[in-house]
């Protein structure tokens, strides 16, 4: 089937610190995995994503890694700051070009 | 360029109302996707268009319908509204190029 499975649902850091969310995607995705960013009452936004052919991708602060082997990738946050709190989704892309996302997870950076 | 835009903001039915929510896009994009969003389980898809003339079911189509009136415009119909389909309806249109969605603004809906 079509599943795509996120943890932690909630996540506190403190600012500075770093945060780490995971996905797991089921058998028949395709090789397109992105990352969006909602914050309250926006809508979601892309911030990063990686293709089935490459194990990691970084933009400054944050980066993807990917195993393929065991269909699973997360997404790695460094040195965060109060504006990286928002709700993050990660999602697989499936037969027809579909996006299943991850239920999110909600992450708090304390200042 | 206005991207993906999405009609109306918000709206308050009651139960057995019909509406419609529009989305269109002005990126020239083939595929496009509803979805909607409830608190604790992320976005799940309605229905999609792979391209004009074609619409599939996504992961929870019961209850909607779905018209691809041109390549710009894919709009959701609730032919008799329900409390559960209370959410935030979010429209988006694919980059085949990039594989990118972008989303639209959302609609807000509440059936009572």
């Known amino acids: 089937g079509e599943n795509v499975e996120q943890h932690p649902s909630t996540l506190s850091v403190q600012e500075g610190d770093s945060a780490v969310i995971k996905c797991t995607y089921s058998?028949?995705?395709?090789?397109?995995f992105p990352w969006y960013k909602q914050e309250l009452g926006k809508r979601p936004q892309l911030i990063i994503d990686?293709?089935?052919?490459?194990g990691e991708k970084k933009d400054q602060r944050i980066a993807v890694t990917l195993n393929k082997t065991a269909k699973h990738f997360s997404l790695h946050i460094t040195e965060t700051q109060p504006e990286d709190s928002a709700v993050y989704f990660c999602?697989?892309?499936?037969?027809?070009?579909?996006?299943?996302f991850g239920q999110g997870t909600e992450l708090s950076v304390k200042p | 360029n206005a991207g993906v835009t999405q009609t109306p903001k918000f709206q308050v039915l009651k139960t057995g109302q019909s509406m419609t929510l529009q989305c269109a896009q002005d990126?020239?994009?083939?595929?496009m996707y509803w979805y909607r969003q409830d608190p604790g389980m992320g976005l799940r898809l309605i229905y999609y268009?792979?391209?004009?003339?074609?619409?599939d079911k996504g992961e929870v189509p019961n209850g909607y319908n779905v018209s691809r009136l041109n390549k710009r415009e894919f709009s959701l119909r609730l032919e008799s509204a329900a409390p559960s389909q209370t959410s935030v309806y979010f429209c988006?249109?694919?980059?085949?190029?990039?594989?990118?969605?972008?989303f639209g603004p959302g609609t807000r809906l509440t059936v009572l």
């Open positions: 999602a697989a892309t499936y037969e027809g070009g579909k996006l299943i």
């Open positions: 058998d028949s995705a395709s090789n397109y």
């Open positions: 990686i293709r089935s052919n490459v």
């Open positions: 990126m020239n994009h083939n595929s």
């Open positions: 268009s792979a391209s004009e003339g074609t619409t």
């Open positions: 988006a249109s694919l980059a085949g190029y990039t594989d990118t969605q972008y």
